[in-house]
């Protein structure tokens, strides 16, 4: 099923994600329905705060990205937990279908290493970097209750307020299902 993306402003964006247990109900369906939306959004990545659920779960499929290594990577990360980041930042101009139409730059650690378990309950512990990296990191905000509109200047914020304001006013016309704040 394809869902609506909760919209910048919608208070389930700012939670802080709960544990995911194995018996959770729908587990199967939700993350189906997640990669549903994502492809249907035309996504890389997709949290469960961005379908209304406050729990710790995303999913990644970075294959629309030319020279992703590995190339095709897809995922799914149930209660995630990023042990270690490190590296030089750098900045990578980020987007977000929570947030559509801006992009922005936002800084980074190139490296980074994530115990998580996947749609199986099956644990994994790994090392991941560049572009892999930084959508997980971007997807793992999101279950922290962080949006990558935190991680830019003030004075950036400032300059996209207006934007952001009528994204949460509803004021803005997506290619996908979106649900705004009331």
């Given at each position: 099923?394809?869902?609506?993306?909760y919209a910048y402003g919608c208070p389930v964006l700012r939670?802080?994600?709960?544990?995911?247990?194995?018996?959770?109900?729908?587990?199967?369906?939700?993350?189906?329905?997640?990669?549903?939306?994502?492809?249907?959004?035309?996504?890389?990545?997709?949290?469960?705060?961005?379908?209304?659920?406050?729990?710790?779960?995303?999913?990644?499929?970075?294959?629309?990205?030319?020279?992703?290594?590995?190339?095709?990577?897809?995922?799914?990360?149930?209660?995630?937990?990023?042990?270690?980041?490190?590296?030089?930042?750098?900045?990578?101009?980020?987007?977000?279908?929570?947030?559509?139409?801006?992009?922005?730059?936002?800084?980074?650690?190139?490296?980074?290493?994530?115990?998580?378990?996947?749609?199986?309950?099956?644990?994994?512990?790994?090392?991941?970097?560049?572009?892999?990296?930084?959508?997980?990191?971007?997807?793992?905000?999101?279950?922290?209750?962080?949006?990558?509109?935190?991680?830019?200047?003030?004075?950036?914020?400032?300059?996209?307020?207006?934007?952001?304001?009528?994204?949460?006013?509803?004021?803005?016309?997506?290619?996908?299902?979106?649900?705004?704040?009331?």
């Amino acid at each position: 099923m394809n869902l609506p993306i909760y919209a910048y402003g919608c208070p389930v964006l700012r939670k802080k994600g709960v544990t995911v247990s194995p018996d959770y109900p729908n587990l199967k369906e939700i993350i189906y329905n997640m990669y549903e939306t994502m492809y249907n959004s035309s996504g890389i990545g997709l949290a469960a705060p961005q379908i209304g659920l406050s729990i710790r779960l995303f999913i990644i499929d970075g294959s629309p990205i030319e020279d992703l290594k590995p190339a095709k990577f897809k995922q799914t990360f149930i209660n995630p937990l990023i042990i270690e980041e490190w590296g030089d930042e750098w900045k990578y101009e980020e987007g977000c279908l929570s947030i559509p139409h801006i992009r922005e730059q936002v800084s980074r650690k190139p490296e980074l290493k994530i115990r998580y378990f996947d749609e199986n309950f099956t644990e994994h512990e790994a090392t991941f970097d560049g572009m892999i990296a930084r959508i997980i990191q971007h997807e793992y905000d999101h279950i922290e209750g962080r949006l990558f509109v935190d991680l830019i200047s003030p004075l950036r914020r400032n300059l996209i307020k207006s934007k952001l304001t009528n994204i949460n006013q509803g004021r803005v016309n997506a290619d996908y299902k979106m649900r705004f704040a009331k």
